[in-house]
């Protein structure tokens, strides 16, 4: 028995130092109600605040959006104010990159504001969303930390995500978990423009190599 212990014990013990390991990757925020506007269905957006049947339709036929900036400037475009827009990225969003923001993206962040223009960017580079919850709850606590994380990605590193990390993308899906794997070692983007864009159209490609980061 105590040998049959010890090896219990053993093994909980390097199932809880791998554990960790498990979960660096997981590099888009967990989704608190955000969708993602690049990928919604024109049904969802068109019931979302200030939005129009029309609108929503124009929407899906010009995106992906490749920044928040691009968005808000579509959606003032078709007659939006700037507080109905922020209202609209209360339910949809183009997550934005935590280590390549710019204060303009930021500031389009519910809740975000000049304060997290200056600590998202003190804090680069990010790595884990473990930092981003540590670093950022020191100054706004962890509910308002969760809600901010939802608008963020970190880009995950197409040699070593896991199935987890890349469910996390928006839209990626299975088969995105399949491809991204099966042509590792990746070397190059232009590798990832070829390899990926069999499966799909260029747009897509390019929305999808937001997320991502070849080391």
Not at 51 to 58: E, F, H, R, W
Not at 149 to 173: C, K, M, S
């Amino acid at each position: 028995m105590r040998y049959g212990e010890r090896w219990v014990r053993a093994a909980l013990v390097a199932v809880a130092i791998a554990a960790p390991a498990l979960t660096l990757d997981a590099q888009v925020g967990k989704s608190q109600g955000v969708v993602d506007a690049n990928t919604a269905s024109e049904k969802d957006l068109a019931g979302m605040p200030h939005m129009q049947p029309a609108i929503a339709k124009a929407l899906v036929g010009v995106r992906p959006f490749k920044s928040v900036t691009e968005l808000n400037t579509f959606l003032v475009g078709q007659g939006l104010t700037q507080e109905q827009a922020m209202d609209f990225y209360k339910k949809a969003f183009v997550h934005v990159n935590l280590n390549t923001a710019t204060r303009d993206e930021i500031l389009l962040i519910p809740g975000a504001g000049q304060r997290m223009v200056r600590e998202f960017a003190e804090y680069r580079p990010w790595k884990t969303f473990a930092q981003f919850d540590k670093e950022i709850g020191k100054y706004v606590g962890a509910d308002a930390t969760a809600k901010l994380a939802q608008y963020v990605f970190i880009p995950v590193n197409l040699n070593t995500a896991t199935d987890e990390d890349i469910l996390t993308i928006p839209g990626a899906g299975p088969r995105m978990v399949r491809e991204f794997k099966e042509y590792r070692p990746w070397k190059s983007w232009a590798q990832f423009d070829k390899e990926i864009g069999k499966y799909v159209a260029k747009q897509e490609v390019d929305r999808l190599k937001r997320y991502v980061v070849i080391e």
